[in-house]
T-cell receptor, first 116, second 115 residues
């Protein structure tokens, strides 16, 4: 158990809909990362938040957005869903340097999104 | 930008065979290097890591050595088991952003071990 919790584990929805994926990082971790895993694209970095602020942005579509709340949990919002958005979405967190950060990310078990 | 290249898969081996999974990287500076493993239906778990040149990471019989001269971090295991069947990802940290850096992953390779 990595200590990172993601909900829901599975989600089936229709094209054009909007969904929200939730992530609770490990206790005390300030950084949260979102990744998308699909069969053809592999593991793609979407976005990172650090203590509520956006820290880095990757290949995130304009239809997608994220935020990190004061209690450090994060949400990834996916809107106007298309068939190609079907994927496994992972959240990860990392410790600060002062807490022994060695660069490792700790991953949740993922949220599997199916768009029909 | 930074990138990681893994050998094409899938790989199928018999139990007790020797395993090598190749990984090379491109990065400016000196990144930390990682191998992650994803068992069926689970998230990614850190398998091993190396933070500087010539470091050797090891765990559960797996080893990988950080080779700066060849920009490689190949994963090896002397005798694989059926329980090693999983997807293996090579990854690097961004050397320019310090702690709390995103990781860049290779495409992953599926390993299947036959009894």
């Amino acid at each position: 158990d990595s200590g990172v919790t993601q909900t829901p584990k599975h989600l089936i929805t229709a094209t054009g809909q909007r969904v929200t994926l939730r992530c609770s990082p490990r206790s005390g971790d300030l950084s949260v990362y979102w990744y998308q895993q699909s069969l053809d694209q592999g593991l793609q970095f979407l976005i990172q938040y650090y203590n509520g602020e956006e820290r880095a942005k990757g290949n995130i579509l304009e239809r997608f957005s994220a935020q990190q709340f004061p209690d450090l949990h994060s949400e990834l919002n996916l809107s106007s869903l298309e068939l190609g958005d079907s994927a496994l979405y992972f959240c990860a967190s990392s410790a600060d340097r002062g807490r022994g950060n060695t660069g490792e990310l700790f991953f949740g078990e993922g949220s599997r999104l199916t768009v029909l | 930008g930074n990138s990681v290249t893994q050998m094409e898969g899938p790989v199928t081996l018999s139990e007790e065979a020797f395993l090598t999974i190749n990984c090379t990287y491109t990065a400016t500076g000196y990144p930390s290097l990682f191998w992650y493993v994803q068992y069926p239906g689970e998230g990614l778990q850190l398998l091993l890591k190396a933070t500087k040149a010539d470091d050797k990471g090891s765990n559960k019989g797996f080893e990988a050595t950080y080779r700066k001269e060849t920009t490689s971090f190949h994963l090896e295991k002397g005798s694989v088991q059926v329980s090693d069947s999983a997807v293996y990802f090579c990854a690097l940290s961004d050397p320019n952003t310090g702690a709390n850096s995103k990781l860049t992953f290779g495409k992953g390779i599926t390993l299947s071990v036959r009894p």
